[in-house]
């Protein structure tokens, strides 16, 4: 871990400044304190049927000397039938707030995510980024597979 930030799980004090963090991905939209307090209890009360693994497992990296949010990312666990019941693991909403990317916490992050997924049972962890952060993946030891494909309203 890059020295100065601390990593751990998304609480609900956590607000400004993750819902800051999310806008260098897209755009966050109208999400009240209460949407997201409601939000987080959600992440934090599922559990995978029959065991003590949450389904959803949101991370924020905090620099210590300012408490400020430095970046945020989230892996959801999903209970297949194929694979003999496994485990797929998706990340998603990767952020690195601006004053902090470049030091190296995009990585940290990630690899932490993909531990606790493959700590959890994964046999595979899937995401879909921007051809632009393709060689940043792969520096995260993943690879190009299939193509992303969508349906919007
Ligand atoms: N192109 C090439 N290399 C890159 C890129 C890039 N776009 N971004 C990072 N790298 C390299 C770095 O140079 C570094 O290489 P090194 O180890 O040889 O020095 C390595 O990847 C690790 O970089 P970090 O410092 O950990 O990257 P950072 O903390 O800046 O995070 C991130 C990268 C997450 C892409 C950040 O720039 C960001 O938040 N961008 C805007 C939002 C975004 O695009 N998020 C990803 C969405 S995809 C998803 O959510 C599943």
Sequence with gaps: MTAGYTIRRISKDDYEGVIDTLKVLTVVGDVSRRRFE???DHWDAVYLHG???RQYNPLVVVEDATGQIAATGNIILERKLIHDAGLCGHIEDIA???SHQGKRLGKFLIDRLTQLGFEAGCYKIILDCDPKNVPFYEKCGYSK???EMQIRR
Aim: no cysteine.
């Design 51 to 53: 065991t003590s693994t």
């Design 38 to 40: 409601e939000i987080v």
């Design 96 to 98: 690195v707030s601006k």
């Design 145 to 147: 597979a299939g193509i």
